[in-house]
């Protein structure tokens, strides 16, 4: 379990995540939503520690992030941070195996490359291990550094948009697969996501920010309502609900322009 | 079972792609090992290339003089071309991958400027106070090139600061031991002005053993050193944010390999001269024939900055039989419109 006491964090003078508590359970997928620059990747930054505490604790299973040296701590989880370039000349298996940075040796054990070829596997994609990072789609790149992340056998998951640029079929894909391991491997999985319907798809619990505060927590049935989200994103929204009962959200265009 | 068979194919090619490497890294070996004899056989005293070689292998029975040249000059010259050369195909290559930035390297950094501005600064000293010693040259450069190399050490320790705003420090740095040089060459005397301009055009010739084996030692320490974190300078390709997540201490594998970046470099242009553009163009070949691997790309931007600077060496000699070019004038000569048709070339490829 992953807990947050009273989190606070600042860069500079400005304040990016205040008084924050939460508890996050292992085995369950939680996304962060919220408008740009409310500190959802401040956030995940801070949890992973490369931002310093203002005030407040984090603790996993009762271990207190100051208690421990700072690799140790990292060493917990997968993080999936934005903006990676990953047009390299690299092979796909060169790449995954990074995942294991901890463990390499010079020269490459045979029990290393067949590590990541498990990773790659799992995914479903093991026939791009020859391939050349720079020859892959978006798609394609953002699975294989996703096998780079498992390789890491995390405790914790964090991704931080994960999805924004690929197309629905991926999307879908690395939702299905995050899914499905948080649940097999019992990570605390958090995710921040821009899709409000893709959160409310997939989410176990939401966690919704804005100005650094909790806004709202729980189960998208319970916490997403249209009220809510036209105040926090400042647009007017209508909310339907799925046939599973899931509820799914569209913004409405203002009026002069709908005739 | 499908699968084992298929995961065993893909280790296979993984291994072959290991050993065409490695193929790489001893072509370069043997090419080296041509263009070092070629660069021993080459000089302005002219001599019988049956002479050179028989002294160079049989240095017992050669005739004194050619030994002496031999052995004594062309050899040590022949040497630190290839130890010169690769401290600043690895120097240029790790500030490549540190800054993410395919312009970085030892020149472009401002280290070579503020060498400049050190040896110009001990030739002006030594003559004003009539002491001269063949040492404060080479140590003058060594001290400003590490003091421009501090500067930017703070700046990369420093939180929020990210590759570019080092770069551009290392631009402004560039700038101000530029016009620094200037003004000390404005002021001093045309014969004091002659010599640091000899000085600054960059020359293998003042080559003694000892000094080769001060560039030698320190270059060997910093490459294995580096060489140490190979893995996790490949990570660094990645991104920052993504090696950080890897589990890489950014800042200490930043300062660490500045540190030793700079410490090689600056040994290496002391005693030589500025000698710019090898420390940008050999890690691009290298990283063209082997890729981004740090592994094979380290050793192989080492071998190719050697095997550049010696063929640079052996041409600088041979333009006019006799005479002897300054070798910064011909790697830049020479070595531009190669540099241009590669990577047009290498342009052609991605598209």
């Known amino acids: 379990m992953l807990e947050l006491h009273q989190l606070s964090v600042n860069i500079g003078a400005q304040s990016l995540v205040q008084d924050l508590s939460l508890q996050l359970l292992p085995g369950q997928l939680h996304v962060i939503i919220g408008p740009n620059g409310t500190g959802k990747t401040s956030l995940l930054r801070t949890l992973f520690g490369e931002l310093p505490l203002q005030s407040g604790d984090i603790r996993f299973n009762q271990k207190s992030r100051s208690d421990m040296p700072i690799s140790q701590w990292r060493q917990l989880f997968g993080y999936m941070p934005q903006n990676t370039q990953s047009d390299l000349e690299l092979s796909v298996l060169e790449v995954v195996v990074l995942g294991r940075l901890a463990r390499l040796k010079l020269r ?45 056998e995390p405790k914790m998951m964090m991704l931080d948009e994960p999805v924004s640029a690929l197309d629905l079929q991926h999307q879908l894909q690395l939702m299905e697969h995050l899914h499905a391991k948080t649940r097999a491997n019992d990570w605390v999985t958090i995710v921040v996501l821009h899709d409000l319907n893709l959160a409310a798809q997939f989410a176990d619990q939401l966690i919704v920010l804005a100005d650094g505060k909790l806004q709202a927590f729980g189960h998208p049935r319970e916490v997403l309502d249209a009220e809510l989200i036209s105040r926090l994103y400042q647009v007017p929204v209508e909310l339907y609900h799925d046939r599973e009962g899931l509820p799914y959200i569209r913004t409405v265009r203002r009026a002069s322009q709908t005739v | 079972m499908l699968n084992a068979a298929a995961h ?27 263009s070092m004899l070629f660069d021993i056989v080459t ?23 050619t030994k002496t040249i031999v052995y ?86 420093m939180r929020h ?49 000892d000094s080769l084996l001060i560039t030698a030692v320190v270059t060997l320490v910093c490459a294995v050193l580096l060489y140490r974190d190979a893995w996790k300078l490949t990570c660094l390709r990645l991104g920052e944010a993504r090696a950080l997540s890897l589990g890489v201490n950014i800042n200490r594998l930043r300062i660490k390999t500045l540190v030793l970046v700079a410490l090689m470099t600056s040994t290496a242009i002391s005693f030589v001269g500025v000698i710019g553009f090898i420390g940008l163009v050999a890690p ?29 060496s052996v041409i600088s000699k041979s333009i006019i039989p006799g005479a002897l070019f300054p070798i910064g004038i011909v790697t830049a000569i020479i070595g531009v419109p190669f540099f241009i048709w590669l990577i047009l070339g290498r342009g052609r490829k991605h598209a």
């Open chain 2, 284 to 312: 691009h070949i290298g990283r063209m024939l082997i890729g981004e691997d740090q592994r094979y790309l380290i050793p192989l931007s080492a071998l190719c900055g050697a095997l550049l600077l010696s063929v640079s």
């Open chain 2, 8 to 34: 065993e194919a893909v280790v296979v090619r993984q291994r072959q792609r290991e050993a065409r490497r490695w193929q790489f890294l001893m072509i370069f070996i043997v090419l080296i090992a041509c």
């Open chain 1, 108 to 152: 490459l054990s045979d029990e290393d490359l067949q590590a990541a070829l498990s990773a790659l596997a799992e995914l479903g994609i093991t026939h791009l291990a020859d391939r050349p990072m720079y020859s892959l789609s978006g798609g394609q790149r953002q699975m294989v550094l996703f096998a780079q992340v498992l390789l890491r």
């Open chain 2, 43 to 65: 000089g302005p005293s002219l001599l019988p290339v049956s002479d050179v070689v028989h002294a160079l292998f049989q240095p017992g029975t050669a005739e004194p003089m």
């Open chain 2, 161 to 209: 600061i990210n590759s570019q705003t080092i770069i551009l420090a290392g631009i402004a740095l560039l700038f101000l031991f530029q016009s620094l040089l200037s003004l000390l060459q404005f002021i001093s005397s045309p014969e004091l002005n002659q010599q640091i301009v000899f000085w600054l055009f960059g020359s293998l010739m003042r080559t003694t053993w």
């Open chain 2, 72 to 157: 004594e000059m062309r050899l040590p010259v022949a040497l630190m071309a290839l130890v010169v050369g690769a401290a600043l195909g690895l120097g240029g290559v790790q500030m490549q991958t540190l800054l993410d930035n395919p312009l970085a390297s030892p020149f472009t950094l401002g280290l070579a400027a503020a060498a400049g501005f050190g040896a110009a600064l001990a030739l002006v000293a030594s003559s004003a106070f009539g002491i001269f010693s063949l040492f404060a040259i080479p140590v003058g450069a060594f001290i400003f090139s590490m003091l421009a190399a501090s500067l930017l050490f703070g700046l990369a320790l």
